[in-house]
């Protein structure tokens, strides 16, 4: 590959030559044989990231597409969100534009979302729907997931819409087991393909509401994808490109074995949490709750984070991210998603002492 600016944002993340060359493969037609072949043999293997029987579908759109799709198709009326950062905030204002009734349950930046709290807010009756984000990618928050979900699981009539942008693939999440009505991810984070890409499974239960609820639209109307899907189509034209090079990372990731790379991810995020810590660093997320795919550091030391982050592009052709939105400066966020390796997350942890000295 020719000499780049290496990517150890949390997201977009690097994309390894191998990927890029699936994604730049000849096209083929999205309504014939090599198409349907195609998605026919990706599909058990996302069925099985996702710990589902239920169909997986391709989104020619980012995650955000999903998103909305998901309070479109879902949402009767009322949908309590989850907000605990950027990404998981944002969702209110989105399920507001679709015109729901969005409540906030919000806790301070840095905090998880706590089940008692949503088993509270869940215990008035009046939510038919909840959002949250698995891995807050901007706070480096983890949620509980295995005990909000045992909340949900309360309440029948509430279902449960997630996003797993950046824990996807990379830690377990089994979505039947755990109860999960619309579970979604991205293609630039945690499955490291260029960006412009989902997918997403939708529970018996999610798409029988759907059919009850007008406004679903067209591009992401479920039910246009379920019925397509079983005639391995996409609703539109989609990315042949992401679906190529999402047929190459789904060989490595099985090829590799699901627990080697879960455990990769547990040991490279260790060698971040030890630097941090070694070097006089504070975490911005509490104890306990801490990504496995990104750390986000809390700039105690009082550095220049903006001047770090410019020598270590500079010196190293290495790019971490300043800190998201009002968290810029006050912190500094460290990717182990998608490809890396315990050298190379040791080789940007040197790099970062470079230029830190
Ligand atoms: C990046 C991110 C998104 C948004 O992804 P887009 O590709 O911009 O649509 C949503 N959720 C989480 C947790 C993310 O990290």
Redesign the pocket.
Known sequence: MQQHDKLFT???VEVSAKTLAAFARPMIGHRGEDFKNLYRDIHPKLQTLFGTKQPVFLST???????EGAIRNVVRQNVLCCMC?A??D?WLDVARRCGKNAEPLQVEWGKHIDAKDVDLALSSGKFDAVTL??????TGVMNPLPEICATLAKYPDVALIL?????FSAVKIDMDELGIDVMLT????ALALP??F?LFSVSEKAFARAEKIDNRGYYFDFLEFKKQQANWMTPTTPSIGHIYALQSKLEEIFEEGIDARLDRHEKTNALVHDWVRSRGFDFFAEEGFRSKTLTCVKNNRGIDVVDLVKRLRERHHIVIDPGYGKLKGKTFRLSNMGDETEETVSHLLACLDDVLK
């Open positions: 949390p997201g977009p759109s980012s995650a955000w597409g999903v998103m950062g990404f998981s944002k984000i698995h891995n807050e990618t901007s996003d797993t942008v950046s824990s991205g293609s630039q984070k960006p412009g989902s």
